[in-house]
């Protein structure tokens, strides 16, 4: 088990080594750069904005220097966000979209995972049809579709609440719930189908046997079994919430990490752009290296196969 | 005839047979008319510029469409080929490819797209290339697992002793057997490309006016939601109603034709 989580940490660090060098250079050889759009620099401005960023600097000798600030921490100051350093305005943005994700991800686990055992006991029945149609229903509302709908319904039409900020508790619940509706449905799929599996084996018809009560059975035989194809499935929800936190933000006007990329790329700001990216890329590669301890604890036979 | 294909072949014919019928232009503006809501002139309405929304929509799912299509064809085409090359040929190649597609696996794609296209200049190819070059990473793992078990199947074996050579095995024997799960995992990926194609546009990212998309529309809607309602619910509708007997289609064709994977 150790061997296998030191050879993930490894890869881990290599993707984003990768994807660092990767975002570096396609941000620098495209042609326009950060201070394009700013109308009537006078030659003077320019020089002094490219020296002071170390722009003038060849390629390969700014791409040392960014790497070796990285190591020290530092990712350099912003480019559009004139006097503030990239560190301080992530800083600001991130507990917003930590807090975001965490509600969304808590809710779709919860409500999915409890959708999905639901459907599981009563396999084929009313309440399975019912609950399958509609996670269909919840995947097929991207939060794109979902969001202006809900401002729109909720907040113009029924005037309960406000569409905008990150203040109060009341802010949160919109946001939150439309975020986590579509991956609460391929929560509850992923979790019925891993429960039927268990459910069809053996040492659960033993189990019963022995006598045990139907609670006990669930919870501490089928669960345990069925719970690491959804654990695994955090990696990739991580990113997809995150992805889905881009368009959250910018509807709700939440200053959180998404609306800074979404803002850096936009607007080629190459230091905040490297930044968000590789702040994106540890929270996934955190996750997943989270998930393997996770899947390790629970189902021993990952722990031997590595 | 099952409900969802009903729905993908009517949205089919009237996204691409529509427009030879339909007298409204998608990109002639009236500003005299402004929005409209939907009348028997304009049967969706007409968007802020006067546009015609029916139009757009028929327009904007040719390209949604066809992008979705594209982009799978090579997602499925790079599958196929790294998939097979890893499960046939096996040994250190099969390693080294398992372990690209690892390390590739957790990188954050869409970061990527949306870098990739505001940085390119956005063109309509770039998306559908880029889009086809980062699906393909769990189509090539399905695909290589079943080659791994085709290749150690009797009747491959079999093959080999009557001394038939690799690349003719692999044509006659092992790529008949990978149809149904190609064509049932291509179904589950095209949904899956169309919301990506969708989310970018609808970030601004994707495809750009006046030409239209699905994701373009629900852009366009959001934005003026309070006073035409109709611009966001009509697209976004009929947008829902378009991934869902897609992902019901796939979903149908799993159970018929891979029960067992």
């Known amino acids: 088990m150790a061997r296998f989580l030191l050879k993930r940490l490894w890869d881990s660090l290599w993707v984003l080594f990768l994807l660092g060098t990767l975002t570096f250079f396609m941000a620098r050889f495209v042609p326009g750069g950060p201070f394009d759009q700013e109308c009537n620099l006078s030659k003077t401005t320019l020089r002094n904005l490219a020296q002071f960023y170390g722009y003038d600097k060849p390629l390969f000798q700014q791409y040392v220097d960014y790497f070796s600030h990285l190591m020290k921490g530092d990712f350099g100051p912003s480019m559009r966000y004139a006097g503030h350093s990239v560190n301080q305005l992530l800083k600001e943005c991130i507990p917003v979209s930590l807090e975001l994700g965490f509600w969304a991800m808590l809710i779709s686990f919860l409500l999915g995972g409890t959708c999905g055992i639901v459907c599981a006991i009563y396999h084929n029945r009313f309440l399975d049809k019912f609950f399958m149609l509609l996670c269909l229903l919840c995947l097929s509302f991207p939060t794109f579709v979902l969001g202006p709908i809900i401002i729109w319904f909720f907040v113009l039409k029924l005037n309960c609440g406000q569409a905008i900020g990150w203040e109060t508790w009341s802010d949160r619940i919109l946001p939150t719930l439309t975020l986590a509706c579509m991956y609460s449905g391929y929560i509850a799929r992923l979790m019925r189908t891993s429960c039927l599996d268990v459910l069809h084996q053996s040492f659960i018809k033993t189990a019963y046997a022995k006598g045990l009560s139907r609670f006990r059975v669930l919870f501490f035989h089928v669960l345990k079994n069925a719970l690491s194809p959804v654990l695994t499935y955090m990696g990739p929800a991580t990113a997809a919430i995150m992805s889905g936190s881009l368009v959250i933000e910018s509807l709700f006007q939440i200053p959180g990490a998404g609306s800074l990329f979404i803002s850096a790329v936009t607007q080629r700001d190459t230091s905040l752009l490297l930044g968000t990216v590789l702040y994106f890329a540890f929270l996934i590669l955190l996750m997943n290296f989270l998930v393997d301890i996770a899947v390790g604890f629970c189902n021993p036979k990952q722990r031997l196969k590595s | ?261």
């Open chain 2, 1 to 261: 005839m099952k409900w969802h294909l009903f729905i993908l072949t009517a949205i089919g014919l009237v996204c691409f047979l529509g427009p030879l019928f339909y007298s409204q232009d998608y990109h002639t503006q009236n500003l005299l008319l402004g929005a409209q809501a939907p009348s028997v002139q304009h049967i969706f309405g007409t968007d802020i510029l006067g546009r015609d929304l029916l139009a757009r929509w028929m327009y904007g799912g040719r390209i949604s469409i066809l992008i979705g299509l594209g982009a799978g064809l090579i997602a499925v085409g790079i599958g196929l080929g790294i998939g097979s090359i890893a499960g046939f040929v096996g040994g250190n190649v099969d390693r080294c490819f398992m372990r690209l597609i690892d390390i590739l696996y957790p990188l954050p794609f869409t970061l990527l797209i949306i870098l990739i296209m505001a940085l390119t200049g956005r063109h309509l190819w770039m998306l559908v290339v880029v889009m086809g070059c980062v699906k393909w990473l769990t189509m090539a793992r399905i695909i290589r697992n079943r080659v791994m078990a085709l290749k150690a199947s009797t009747f491959v074996e079999c093959s080999y002793c009557m001394g038939q050579k690799p690349l003719k095995i692999w044509w006659k024997h092992i790529l008949p057997n990978l149809i149904s799960l190609m064509l049932v995992y291509g179904t589950l990926l095209i949904p899956n490309i169309i919301l990506e194609e969708a989310f970018i546009s609808f970030l601004g990212l994707g495809v750009q006016p006046p030409l239209s998309s699905w994701g373009v529309l629900i852009l366009d809607g959001a934005r003026f939601m309070e006073e035409y309602p109709w611009l966001l619910l009509i697209p976004g509708c009929f947008f829902s109603l378009t991934l869902c007997s897609l992902n019901a289609l796939g979903d149908h064709l799993r159970d018929r034709l891979e029960k067992t994977s």
